[in-house]
């Protein structure tokens, strides 16, 4: 359903949104805020606020009183059981790094920065921050020749084999 994949995209509880505007069976509840005149663009609303306290939610806002107090409770339960969790730091971003080498290798894993900022990351908000990256693969003891391979050798060695391939495939067509 294309309102259901919206939500999923859009909004903060993602499929729980869904599930619970779903059970309160109001048909005008699956409008999705994106495609919708009265979202969050039209009213220059955020996530959570917003006339008729909605979260963006051209659908919310028309629930009945009723609808949407059960719809409030529904989601003070899910947001209890499932807090938000906090932004990622250099150390959890590198842990997925360690994941990814165990898992494939070394020869396969790339690093690169989200250059003009806003990267997401506590510690590593622009290349800027890079170091804070580096630093933290000295840490957990990674060779130069690793890092090197990380932050650009993985990257230059398949762009190579990509251009040669390229090539060949020229001479053929040639």
């Known amino acids: 359903m294309r309102w ?9 509880h993602r499929a729980a949104d869904a ?11 699956r ?22 306290r909605g979260r963006g939610n ?18 003070a339960e899910i947001d209890a059981k499932f807090p938000p969790a906090g932004r990622a730091n250099v150390k959890d971003f590198v842990n997925h790094i360690d994941y990814a080498v165990k898992l494939i290798g070394i020869d396969h894993v790339g690093i690169s920065s989200d250059f003009d900022g806003g990267g997401g990351i506590d510690g590593w908000n622009s290349a800027a921050e890079a170091f804070n990256v580096t630093l933290e693969l ?37």
């Open 138 to 174: 000295v840490r957990r003891g990674y060779t130069e020749e690793q890092i090197g391979k990380l932050w650009s050798g993985n990257l230059l060695r398949v762009w190579g084999e990509v251009e040669k391939v390229s090539q060949q495939l020229r001479k053929k067509q040639g």
């Open 19 to 29: 599930a619970v505007v779903a059970a309160a069976g109001d048909a005008a509840a």
């Open 4 to 12: 259901r994949s919206c939500v999923k995209s859009s909004g903060s």
């Open 31 to 52: 409008t999705c805020p994106v495609e919708s005149a009265s979202g969050p663009a039209a009213e220059g609303r955020g996530a959570r606020g917003g006339a008729g």
């Open 58 to 75: 051209a659908g919310l806002d028309a629930l009945t009183p009723e609808r949407r107090a059960d719809y409030d409770k529904r989601l």
